[in-house]
């Protein structure tokens, strides 16, 4: 509805809209640990339940079978729990760094879960091109700054 509602209110006043969808790789297995204890202190949630969320996310491994038969433990200091209600409330947590970004006039970002869309307005296509190549540069620096990667080859442009 947001993105439906920023496209009309652009285009009833003669202008363009263009978004791009950036896709984050492997993304809810990728959220680095840190990134998530980052946001519990931002967001001021309180000491106890950072205990308790930390302690959830320490000392995580995932143990598996060798090539020569012998069990290995690698450890695991990336991800949301899927599958919970947690996983999503961490997700949105530690990305929520992403929609407080600094963006030009006449860009918006709109996330959905992993799903991440820079809308550009401009009186020209021209205009519009350049403010979504400006925004889209402030968003996937600020992913890339919480340890998240970009996979460019699933990135559109609308």
């Known amino acids: 509805m947001r993105v439906r509602s920023l496209s009309e209110q652009v285009i009833s006043q003669g202008g363009v809209a263009l978004a791009i969808s950036v896709d984050i790789v492997n993304a809810f297995n990728s959220l680095p640990w840190d990134a998530i204890r980052r946001a519990l202190a931002h967001h001021h949630v309180p000491p106890y339940l950072q205990g308790i969320i930390g302690d959830y996310l320490r000392d995580g491994y995932i143990p598996y079978m060798g090539q020569d038969g012998r ?45 991440t869309l820079v809308i550009a307005s401009g009186i020209t296509f021209e205009r519009a091109k350049e403010l979504a190549e400006l925004g889209a540069e402030v968003v996937v620096a600020k992913i890339h700054e919480l340890g998240l990667e970009i996979a460019p080859h699933k990135t559109e442009a609308l």
Not at 88 to 110: K, S, T
């Open 71 to 115: 069990k290995i433990r690698r450890e695991i200091k990336r991800g949301v729990p899927q599958g919970s209600v947690m996983g999503p409330l961490l997700w949105n947590l530690a990305c929520d760094v992403v929609l407080r970004v600094d963006l030009p006039a006449g860009v918006d970002i709109v996330c959905y879960a992993d799903d």
